[in-house]
């Protein structure tokens, strides 16, 4: 957090996604929306992260101002938002419950559809895309948890991820408000962000595959020993996301490691 004084008076700014607020993702969210300069942008976020008086801000020197919109470039880098600030979400006269931090009670199956789902709405920009990937992620929650959770390792309070349950869930996130759905899109980019990170060599030999879903597929079937009957491929797509990760990791590192060494006895 920055610390910054106005009027003998503390005041804190975030300086990394996330330290954002629920209500300050959502602004930021409507600001992406809008034609806006990077210089209006950072100003409208910086008077809006102090929650100060039109009166108050009006105090602050104008290179006091610019060095104060200079900490909040990181609005403009790559998005490292791995906390849920939208834990809960309202369709209508119900709630629907989205995954926890960092995404570590996803399933790779759901995993799988919803990175599809973001991908084609950041190439089309088309709401539909993203309106299916909140539905994807965003579920009821399960029949009796406050007591089911007690009986259970598996602490994912949303009902599982079924396809045929998907349709009626998306017409009643179409109506959300779409700032809400573009803040659900700034965190799971942020995940993928971090993701790439925590396992670089999934995604070294995903982008060597022509095409995302064949990507997806060929590290699947990687990971069920090569099998690809319907009960061991179901097996992946319904495990957790980072054990998932892990195990493609590893086989992924193997085959990187393995390839060097042909090539470097190809060069010999």
């Known amino acids: 957090m920055n610390q910054v004084e106005i009027d003998g008076k503390t005041y804190f700014t975030p300086s990394d996604w996330n330290e954002l607020t629920k209500k300050q993702v959502l602004f930021v969210s409507r600001l992406f929306q809008g034609q806006l300069t990077m210089v209006d942008f950072k100003l409208r976020a910086l ?3 102090l929650s100060v008086r039109p ?3 009006k105090q602050i020197h104008p290179e006091d101002a610019y060095f104060l919109c200079e900490t909040l470039d990181f609005l403009f880098n790559e998005v490292s938002l791995t906390r849920n600030l939208l834990p809960v979400i309202r369709t209508g006269w119900r709630k629907c419950v989205g995954p926890s931090d960092a ?3 996803c399933t790779f199956g759901e995993f799988t559809m919803a990175n599809s789902l973001l991908d084609s709405y950041s190439k089309t920009r088309e709401q539909k895309y993203l309106d299916e990937m909140v539905a994807v992620l965003y579920r009821p929650k399960k029949w009796f948890w406050f007591i089911g ?3 259970t390792d598996n602490q994912d309070p949303r009902k599982k ?3 045929r349950s998907l349709k009626k869930r998306f017409a009643r996130i179409s109506a959300l408000d779409y700032n809400i759905k573009y803040s659900i899109y700034l965190f799971f980019s942020g995940v993928l962000n971090s993701l790439s990170v925590l396992y670089p060599y999934v995604y070294e030999q995903k982008g060597d595959t ?3 879903n064949n990507g997806w597929a060929s590290l699947i079937i990687s990971l069920a020993d090569g099998k690809t009957d319907d009960k061991n491929l179901e097996t992946v797509m319904n495990s957790n996301l980072y054990n998932v990760f892990i195990g493609l990791n590893k086989k992924a590192k193997e085959y990187h490691e393995y390839m ?3 090539e470097s006895y190809d060069r010999h």
Request: no cysteine; charged share 25%.
């Open 47 to 49: 008077f809006e992260f």
């Open 55 to 57: 009166k108050v801000t």
């Open 103 to 105: 995404m570590m009670n």
């Open 149 to 151: 959770k007690a009986f």
């Open 161 to 163: 991820f079924v396809n």
């Open 210 to 212: 022509s095409g995302e």
């Open 260 to 262: 060097s060494k042909i």
